[in-house]
């Protein structure tokens, strides 16, 4: 917690502080991060977005907490997975839990028939669907049709999403290490462009030429690109280097 508190703050005072979003803790964790605040003392409240990881029945805790301490955090977005079936009921609660001014994302299961109708029932309600791009094993990766689908229905839905987990570099490439395959941040801007204006949205999640993404993107006309935000909102990633490191190399900064 203390190396996570204090890259972050470098960042949001350093040269590139406009690409960095919200701060994400997970709601177990907040008494950790809490107790790092009053440490360091940030100069204005830091922007967070809770990960509820106990549970939907401590999301009203969690958010007193940190409203309760609003020197140091301010609630701009939670986050949480969904139950399998993704039911009226348990979305009623989320909208009941979280207070009016502040995101709500959701994550439906991937995997079988009902996913992308998971999704759709999360728009529906005025959340954010999340798209899980990556994790541990082989079956954290959502193939390119999946990705793809996913896509095809946020941005008919006229919603905003959140994508997390993988997206460690720009552009998809496979990882030496362990062989899987990541999906890029890169290919999902590009393909989110080419969902909202009938383009070929799979070729743009499984290319692997960076000049072409990089050149695609940057030639975005300023309503493109400010349709594309308002779909790809928001990404999380574990590491607040790599992906300016690579938008600079791509001359996309």
Known sequence: MPDAVRGHLDARAGEWAGAVGLFLCPASRLAELITELIKVKPVKPIALSLVIDTGLGGVPKAVSIVESRSE???????????????DEVWLE??????????????????GGE????????????????KL????LSRENFPSVDEVADF??????????????????????RTDPATGFTHHGFL????????????????GALASTDAAALGEEAASLSDQAAHAVRGVFASYGSCSLDEPITDLGELGLL
């Not at 609630?75 to 969904?82: D, H, S, T, Y």
Request: proline share 5%; with cysteine.
């Open 114 to 129: 009902g996913w992308l109708d998971g999704v759709r029932r999360v728009i529906e309600h005025g959340s954010w669907p």
């Open 132 to 135: 899980r791009c990556g994790g």
């Open 72 to 86: 140091l955090l301010a609630l701009r977005m939670v986050e949480m997975p969904a139950p399998s079936d993704v």
């Open 151 to 172: 896509l095809a229905v946020v941005s008919g839905g006229g919603v905003a999403f959140k994508a997390t987990a993988g997206l460690h570099h720009a552009v998809r």
């Open 187 to 202: 290919n999902l801007l590009v393909a989110t462009a080419r969902a909202l204006s009938g383009g070929d949205v799979r």
């Open 93 to 110: 609660r989320v909208s009941e839990f979280v207070p009016e001014d502040v995101i709500r994302v959701v994550e439906p299961r991937r």
